[in-house]
């Protein structure tokens, strides 16, 4: 059994979304930021940053969305979300995944949470640096896309692009969003065909991006 505490669209989304897709049975439990749930002792104890995803399997309590995206993909391997261990595949999978962890998504932190980084009296030029980095990361990807896709890692679609079209929805709210660059556009699209991400928007009771 799996428990996945989350808040609507945050980082639990693609956790939630790879639930769905690999057919397993979940429970969620909501986190209320706006009365900061995620930071009350006893989620804490659970997961000591107070941020969400966590992921209980079988009792034990599991943090960092992208190390529980990974392990989910792996432990199925039959739905073919994560390449062969050893293969060159998976190496670009690993390369793709940690840039979009290790990259992109520590800017969208810095952007939906700039007080963090310099204080109050910096969000500005902290945001519009994010920004611009963000975009930056997005013109290397819609690059990639257009000779190497349609997927990250080519015809073979992978764990990896649900990461991507989460980042992707969170930049809805920034002055030119992902989709405005054409490949990853067309890959928005195809992702939010899946019938998995009907589902997920009426268990989180998303509208935004839909
Ligand atoms: N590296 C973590 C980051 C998680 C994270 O920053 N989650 C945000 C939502 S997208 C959160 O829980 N924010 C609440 C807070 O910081 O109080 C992961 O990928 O799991």
């Not at 799996?2 to 979940?26: K, R």
């Not at 969305?65 to 994560?82: E, I, Q, R, T, Y």
Request: proline letters at 7%.
């Amino acid at each position: 059994m799996h428990t996945l505490y989350y808040s609507p669209g945050a980082a639990s989304l693609v956790i939630h979304w790879l639930l769905i897709e690999l057919e397993l049975p979940y429970e969620l439990k909501l986190l209320d930021f706006e009365s900061k749930q995620q930071k009350s002792p006893d989620y804490l104890k659970l997961n000591p940053s107070g941020v969400v995803p966590t992921l209980v399997i079988d009792g034990e309590a599991l943090t960092e969305s992208v190390a529980l995206l990974m392990h989910l993909a792996d432990s199925h391997p039959s739905k073919g979300f994560a390449p062969p261990v050893g293969s060159i595949e998976r190496a670009r999978y690993y390369q793709w995944l940690l840039y979009l962890a290790n990259m992109v998504q520590p800017l969208f932190r810095n952007w939906y949470y700039p007080a963090e980084v310099a204080g109050e009296a910096n969000v500005d030029v902290v945001k519009d640096c994010s920004r611009k980095r963000i975009e930056a990361c997005w013109q290397t990807i819609d690059e990639h896309l257009a000779k190497n896709g349609p997927w990250l890692l080519g015809d073979r679609m992978s764990a990896a692009d649900f990461h991507l079209t989460m980042l992707m929805r969170w930049s809805r709210n920034l002055p030119k969003q992902a989709i405005e660059w054409p490949n990853l556009a067309r890959m928005a699209t195809a992702m939010k065909a899946r019938p998995s991400f009907k589902r997920l928007y009426e268990e989180e009771q998303l509208s935004e991006w839909a």
